[in-house]
């Protein structure tokens, strides 16, 4: 097994300071990009009341003309047609503002996904060495209890596959530890065996 302190995995004094420098530069950004969210909501509501503002007389107008009875049939066209202007034009604004909005979304979602990222770099399982880790899985492979019984109950939670599964490290560990794979369990489990022939172990 390579020596723990060869692995590239452990992060330094350096690369640790680094790595939480540029968190702290991303979460700034975070903040930044709420600020331009709420502000873009805010640009929106003023767009909007400026254009009902705008269409607002001309509906009155044409509303109060249609009360008095004058030209109906032209003046409940006109009104219709001034309100479908209305319906469009605050469509457009919407839309316009949806767009920024979600470019905006987007970029704080991944901000929080690199946050994420540098994050599990520090994670404090990464300090845990290989003699450590070897152990650890050979007590969740093998464990003291009654193992065959729980096992065959269990089957997903003790295959080496699993743990194999978790990262490149684990995957490296686990595929060169031969005691991991010195038990054969045989099950006649119809769903083990189709979870198998489906490639999901």
């Known amino acids: 097994m390579a020596d723990p302190s060869q692995r590239a995995c452990l992060p330094t004094e350096a690369e640790t300071t680094a790595t939480l420098d540029r968190i702290s530069q991303l979460s700034t950004q975070i903040t930044q990009t709420d600020q331009e969210i709420s502000r873009e909501r805010r640009k929106e509501k003023r767009r909007l009341e400026e254009e009902h503002e705008y269409w607002a007389p001309l509906v009155l107008d044409l509303k109060r003309r249609l009360a008095i009875g004058t030209e109906n049939d032209g003046i409940r066209q006109e009104l219709k047609n001034v ?79 699993n743990l194999a599964q978790i990262c490149s490290q684990w995957r490296e560990i686990v595929l060169s530890s031969p005691e991991l794979w010195s038990g054969i369990m045989v099950t006649s489990d119809l769903d083990v065996i189709s979870r198998r022939r489906g490639g999901k172990e």
């Not at 919407?94 to 970029?107: M, N, T, Y």
């Not at 996904?113 to 520090?122: D, T």
């Open 83 to 161: 309100e479908e202007e209305e319906n469009e034009a605050r469509r457009k604004i919407r839309q316009e503002f949806k767009e920024r909005a979600d470019r905006l979304q987007e970029r704080k979602v991944q901000l929080e996904a690199n946050i994420r990222g540098l994050q599990s770099f520090l994670a404090p399982i990464r300090k845990v060495n290989e003699d450590i880790l070897l152990e650890i899985f050979r007590l969740v492979i093998r464990p003291d209890y009654n193992w065959l019984d729980e096992a065959l109950k269990n089957y997903d939670d003790h295959s080496p596959w």
